[in-house]
């Protein structure tokens, strides 16, 4: 069974600067005091809760829904934004995590799409 955790999303209003928390799911049912904190904080603004996917990328990191992959086949490379499709997370390109790289994520990097989704 994959680790379910979510990315909490916070943008600073006054600075517009980005903040990212993960959270289990225990820790969010149980109440976890750094989240309300977190939640309550009249400067910050929930902008997204991204799911984890259960998978990671060819280097060990976690990939989350609105995370930048770059994925090359060998039809050269293409950067894709991860997200929720139905019962199943897709990239709309990959499937298997030892061709894929986390390079960002659509909030600090939205430039890394160039266009495509």
Same mark, same amino acid.
């Given at each position: 069974?994959?680790?379910?955790?979510?990315?909490?999303?916070?943008?600073?209003?006054?600075?517009?600067?980005?903040?990212?928390?993960?959270?289990?799911?225990?820790?969010?049912?149980?109440?976890?005091?750094?989240? +309300?904190?977190?939640?309550?904080?009249?400067?910050? *603004? /929930?902008?997204?809760?991204? $799911? !984890?996917?259960? @998978?990671?990328?060819?280097?060990?990191?976690?990939?989350?829904?609105?995370? +930048?992959?770059?994925?090359?086949?060998?039809?050269? *490379? /293409?950067?894709?934004?991860? $997200? !929720?499709?139905? @019962?199943?997370?897709?990239?709309?390109?990959?499937?298997?995590?030892?061709? +894929?790289?986390?390079?960002?994520?659509?909030?600090?990097?939205?430039?890394?799409?160039?266009?495509?989704?």
């Amino acid at each position: 069974m994959r680790e379910i955790l979510f990315r909490f999303v916070f943008k600073n209003r006054e600075t517009g600067e980005i903040r990212k928390e993960i959270f289990s799911l225990n820790e969010i049912q149980s109440g976890c005091a750094k989240l +309300i904190y977190l939640l309550r904080n009249s400067s910050l *603004e /929930l902008i997204a809760r991204d $799911e !984890f996917t259960g @998978i990671t990328d060819k280097n060990g990191k976690k990939i989350f829904e609105n995370d +930048i992959v770059k994925s090359d086949w060998g039809y050269g *490379e /293409l950067n894709t934004k991860v $997200e !929720f499709q139905d @019962i199943f997370f897709a990239d709309n390109e990959c499937t298997i995590s030892e061709n +894929i790289e986390v390079i960002g994520n659509i909030f600090d990097n939205p430039d890394l799409l160039d266009g495509s989704k």
